[in-house]
């Protein structure tokens, strides 16, 4: 069943971009597909980074073919993190609904309508895609990266009781004002930005609703998580335990 | 309050607890069976909550969902894009 919202609601596709020449013209037909089938009204934010591989370039391509109204270009000169990416994209955003997700394939547009459906359903301020409940899930992981994940989550809810399952995952769906007054309240980097947002939204007594989604890990390669990643996630989370 | 306050006062509420039954430090009198299984609990706990966290995060482990219908279906879908994208002009 296809519900369509009331004609004022339009959906903000966040793309924070560095190096995805590759990716991106891909991820951009899967939102214009799903989008598309779907009869919401979106628009699509690049925010590219500077890439040196000609990511812009691409970029303008797909403009050019679907249009300046629903492929913003919103590029900056250099890698500057992703909270001020998002603010950035928040500037420009004519929505009044935002998705964030990453746009190396490992989120899949396919759970759009999903997303959109499940914050109708509870006016929920926040949706986040979850990879631990329900059907979700992830492919690509082998036993070590999925023992650290899950060992990494259990140690997440025992100290932060966050009220959702993943806390880690950047595929969520915002009412834009909850966006922005999260967003300029987050000091964090990397892995433990996305779990302060969750932590702060709770904070602010908003509601959050979960939609169980398939996280395919790197298409065209691997992505590994070493020792440094998980001394700063476990840095991060008990700055987060003593601070909120 | 900040989690990690709430922690350690509910760490040191059931300390205290434990001192006052264990050590007798009210002068409570209390029959000598409850002494006897309070004195070991504080270990007791730690090693259940132990199991607990090896049998949870084991169990979360073994049912990770692999999904492999959606690493399929996305290889499809790269093809069925990059085709249509050609189609409509673009440059790779």
């Known amino acids: 069943i296809i519900h369509k919202g009331p004609r004022n609601d339009k959906y903000s596709v966040l793309l924070p971009t560095y190096n995805e020449r590759e990716n991106l013209p891909l991820i951009v037909w899967l939102l214009v597909k799903y989008f598309g089938e779907s009869g919401y009204n979106y628009e699509i934010i690049v925010i590219d980074d500077g890439s040196p591989d ?11 073919i679907y249009g300046e109204d629903k492929i913003l270009l919103r590029p900056r000169e250099k890698k500057l993190g992703l909270g001020t990416a998002y603010i950035h994209g928040i500037k420009h955003a004519t929505g009044n609904f935002i998705f964030i997700m990453d746009a190396d394939l490992s989120h899949h547009p396919k759970f759009i309508p999903e997303f959109i459906e499940k914050q109708k359903e509870g006016n929920y301020d926040l949706v986040s895609g979850t990879r631990y409940q329900g059907n979700g899930g992830v492919y690509g992981w082998d036993l070590r990266r999925k023992l650290i994940s899950r060992g990494a989550n259990f140690l997440t809810q025992v100290l932060l009781r966050p009220g959702a399952s993943d806390l880690t995952g950047s595929f969520r769906l915002y009412k834009k004002k909850v966006l922005e007054s999260l967003v300029e309240r987050c000091v964090s980097k990397g892995y433990v930005f996305q779990m302060e947002m969750i932590v702060r939204a709770r904070q602010l007594n908003y509601t959050i609703g979960e939609v169980p989604i398939s996280f395919v890990d790197r298409v065209y390669g691997e992505s590994k998580l070493g020792g440094n990643e998980i001394v700063s996630f476990v840095k991060g989370l008990l700055t987060l335990f003593a601070t909120t | 309050m900040t989690k990690l306050l709430e922690w350690l006062f509910g760490v040191s509420f059931v300390l205290v607890a434990w001192a006052v039954v264990s050590f007798d430090l009210l002068d409570l009198s209390l029959p000598q069976t409850y002494r006897e299984v309070a004195w070991p609990m504080p270990l007791y706990l730690l090693v259940s909550f132990g199991c607990y966290s090896l049998a949870t995060v084991g169990y979360r482990v073994a049912t990770f969902n692999d999904c492999e219908e959606a690493a399929k279906e996305l290889q499809e879908q790269i093809k069925e894009a ?5 189609k409509k002009g673009l440059k790779m």
Request: hydrophobic share 30%; net charge negative.
């Open chain 2, 82 to 86: 990059k085709e249509d994208l050609r």
């Open chain 1, 54 to 64: 000609g990511t812009l370039e691409i970029a303008e391509q797909l403009q050019k």
